[in-house]
RNA sequence: CGGGGCGUGGCGCAGCCUGGUAGCGCGCUUGUUUUGGGUACAAGAGGCCCCCGGUUCGAAUCCGGGCGCCCCGACCA
């Protein structure tokens, strides 16, 4: 993408509803602008970022065994009477009503849909296990909407939903959700952590959520340090891996327990904050049974599906992922989820030299880069590169560009390196 | 949903108390300049002062009613 052909509109001043840093580097980076309370449109720089990390969590969940569908946004309310939620779930649910005073909704979440879809094709015990999700938009009315996309109104969420013939079943279901959302964690390049939860409105009694660690996080939390040296992506024995998970102390302030906190030792306790980016629950038959929905099993007898679901807050990552790494100037994004792996800043266009060293980078970097070939002062490029967080920079001027030099800057840690092109299309690449 | 605050050019704000027909910084346009960390000078463009009603000779300003947005709390992926 050229810079100056781009729909990229960054700020110098912070719009003044914006308080925390994500919200604010958000704006000011030109990634969303705010539509109405708690809804946004995500402007180039923020829909990469959300497609790439919506990647990620498709491929990972493409590689647990579940299988990807589209459910629609709007539902109909008779599907929510079936499980009972419809009167119970309150004014959090946007609910519609059509040309036909027909009762619709704008789906908060989709146990009821998929349980509907799934009963009326499944109907042998022979056809489980099932494991479909999907990653769609999804809206909850909130009082109050704020801190950006973190609690926004409307917001993109991956939700599977699990069904097996018994608990053995949907506990291994469990367990792959497990390890397929650290992988997930561990590939977008942040650390997060699972912590036992309550199971709120979806009801249940196996549940984890897994919060990211930031400063401004919503829970305080308390884990053992043991969690910072696993590694999802090698686990082999996944019975171990869930073993290794669960047996390892982590809690939200909520659920902290004093007692188990002080016998683990004081050099691996960690306090810190948190915010919750998933959550996976197991919760048994309380929807098969509500909406009626059996399979014959071998010996000619109804089983009710064993189910769980699990939830990915997709746009909240974007968010939660600033709020663990930015710093004065702006973003830094880990390198799998940048919007561009590099920006490369022309600081003289229509400097012969400098101008054909910038096309040679941007022929070799496509789609990967983000060419600065505005005319702008070479200090206006410099911060807002930093400030939108690219994970490499190649800064190209006249002096360099006479000689075939690039300068490397790398935007985690401020590194700068004076490099022959191909050097540092190595770096950048590698 | 309780409490508080705010709505003035794209963004950040002043003006409102003490009514007299709108201003500053940034951004934008043009020119000159500058050229490695948001440059400088000059000249411009751009505003139903959130909406409706009232008071008044006259309302951004006072009064009433809406709407929108933000903050604290309760709630929440």
Request: hydrophobic fraction near 40%.
């Amino acid at each position: 993408m050229r810079l100056s052909q781009s729909l990229i509109p960054t700020l110098k001043e912070t719009p003044a509803e914006a308080q925390i840093a994500s919200h604010r580097l958000m704006l000011r980076a030109g990634m969303i602008r705010q539509m109405a309370s708690g809804i946004y449109a995500w402007l180039p720089a923020g829909q990469r970022v959300l497609s790439r990390i919506a990647q990620i969590v498709r491929e990972e969940q493409d590689a647990a065994g579940a299988q990807e569908v589209l459910m629609p946004t709007i539902q109909s309310a008779d599907l929510w009477r079936e499980s009972g939620r419809y009167e119970a779930y309150g004014k959090e649910m946007l609910r519609i009503t059509d040309r036909h005073e027909r009762e619709l909704l704008y789906g908060p979440t989709n146990e009821e849909m998929i349980t509907a879809i799934v009963r009326d094709s499944v109907k042998s015990y022979r056809d489980l296990p099932q494991l479909p999700y999907h990653i769609q938009w999804k809206f909850r009315d909130e009082v109050r909407p704020r801190f950006g996309v973190l609690r926004g109104r409307e917001f993109l969420m991956k939700d599977a939903y699990s069904f097996d013939l018994d608990y053995a079943g949907a506990l291994a279901a469990y367990k792959k959700m497990m390890l397929a959302y650290m992988r997930t964690f561990q590939r977008i390049g942040i650390t997060a952590i699972p912590m036992r939860a309550d199971t709120g409105a979806i009801g249940g009694d196996l549940s984890h959520e897994f919060h990211i660690l930031a400063p401004t996080g919503e829970s305080g939390v308390f884990y053992d340090s043991a969690f910072e040296t696993g590694d999802a992506a090698q686990a082999t024995d996944i019975e171990a891996f869930y073993e290794r998970m669960t047996s390892i102390y982590a809690a939200t302030d909520e659920k902290h327990d004093e007692a188990v906190w002080a016998q683990i030792p004081p050099e691996r306790r960690r306090e810190g904050r948190g915010i919750e980016v998933g959550q996976i629950f197991y919760f048994g038959t309380k929807y098969s049974k509500a909406m009626e929905f059996a399979v014959i099993g071998p010996d000619g007898q109804k089983i009710y599906p064993e189910m769980g679901s699990y939830g990915i807050g997709v746009s909240r990552l974007v968010g939660a992922i600033i709020e663990a790494s930015h710093d004065e100037a702006g973003i830094i994004w880990p390198d799998a989820i940048a919007p561009w792996r590099a920006a490369i800043l022309n600081l003289r266009p229509g400097d012969a030299a400098t101008d054909a060293l910038c096309e040679q980078l941007y022929a070799a970097l496509g789609a990967q880069a983000l060419y600065d070939d505005r005319a702008e002062r070479a200090g206006h490029k410099f911060a807002e590169a930093d400030l939108m967080g690219h994970p490499w920079q190649l800064i190209v001027g006249p002096r360099g560009a006479a000689n075939g030099m690039v300068e490397l800057k790398r935007r985690a840690t401020g590194e700068r390196l004076e490099l022959p092109v191909d050097a540092a299309l190595a770096r950048v690449c590698g």
